[in-house]
């Protein structure tokens, strides 16, 4: 199986536009067309090296890899921003987290659900296999972001040290067994329930071929979140034009990031795979967690401006909804357009009120 030859040219294509708009407070009009190109060049790229990857190692792990290799990535850039953005970048870790985790169990869910719904018409999924997950995702969002806007240890919506390093311990542990779970314990809980994708019958790549697509997969999401990088100075711009909230170019930024795994659980909700879009959505979701909490937990060490973690009254409220229609969605077992529709409403209020609050 060779590799097209566009998705071998596409990841230093796009890292060399990265580096041409790299550290520039404004992109002109050229070089914003072209990063935005690049950008959208890199998302195909990295979910066809994903595709690749996942037909040679086999669910859930194909899916695990991306969502993993997304999240350190994104993690880095968060600690970066943190590191040189002082006070200003108080509320970066919890705006990044809270949208991820928007984006991923409403809007990607939601998007899979009605794509794959409208083709199929019903999908099937294994309910005591997203149920699980998504529980851990509530676990998890409520001890990282929902528990520091009431604890008393600490100024404000924030967590004290030893508080901090328990959320971070807690968060790691809990991805570890979920990870643990779904790629060995129990991983036929996490395979599609209904498969009859023609792709899975055609050859394996080589070894060699999915060690190239791997590492070309990490070229590829490290242009993706360097360009969503570069173009953010456009979007604080246009969003101040606009005269809506900064947090919003969070959203949008991780909207971008996203990207990779938002294409990759359509194409895979198209296919009649939805088990595999739920591992997507919800396996992001997780890491986001999983991984950022703990790494923060760590950086504080040395970082010096305030780090607020705690949620306001409008997430919470949101987060309430996203957790109550998330059960009710993966209990059954069974997902169609009137799901779908539903978590693409409630997504829909989430960005509504972030341009709006």
Known sequence: MALPRWSLAVPPLSVLILAFGWGRAELGPVLLPLVCLGLGAAVVAAVHHAEVVAHRVGEPFGTLILAIAVTVIEVALIVTLMTSGGDKAATLARDTVFAAIMITCNGIVGLALLV???????????AHASGGAFAVVLALVTLSLVLPTFTTSSQGPTFSGAQLAFAGVASLVMYAVFVFVQTLRHRDYFLPKVDTTPDDHAEAPTTRTALTSLGLLLVCLIAVVGLAKTV??????????????????????????????????????????????????????????????????????????????????????????????????????????????????????????????
């Open 232 to 357: 953010s100075p456009t979007l604080e711009s246009a969003v101040a034009a606009a005269g809506a909230p900064l947090s919003l170019v969070g959203v949008l930024i991780a909207l971008l990031v996203l990207m990779p795994e938002t294409v990759a659980a359509v194409r895979a909700a198209l296919r009649n795979r939805l088990q595999v879009s739920l591992n997507l959505a919800l396996g992001s979701a997780l890491a986001s967690i999983g991984l950022t909490i703990p790494v923060i937990a760590v950086a504080s060490i040395w970082l010096t401006g305030p780090l607020v973690l705690g949620l306001g009254g409008k997430e919470l409220v949101l987060l309430a909804l996203t957790g109550a229609v998330g059960t009710l969605t993966l209990v059954s077992g069974r997902a169609t357009v009137l799901q779908g529709a539903v978590h693409l409403m409630v997504f829909s209020a989430f960005l509504f009120l972030a341009v709006t609050p």
């Open 116 to 126: 794959g719904s409208l083709r199929h018409r019903v999908q099937e999924f294994r």
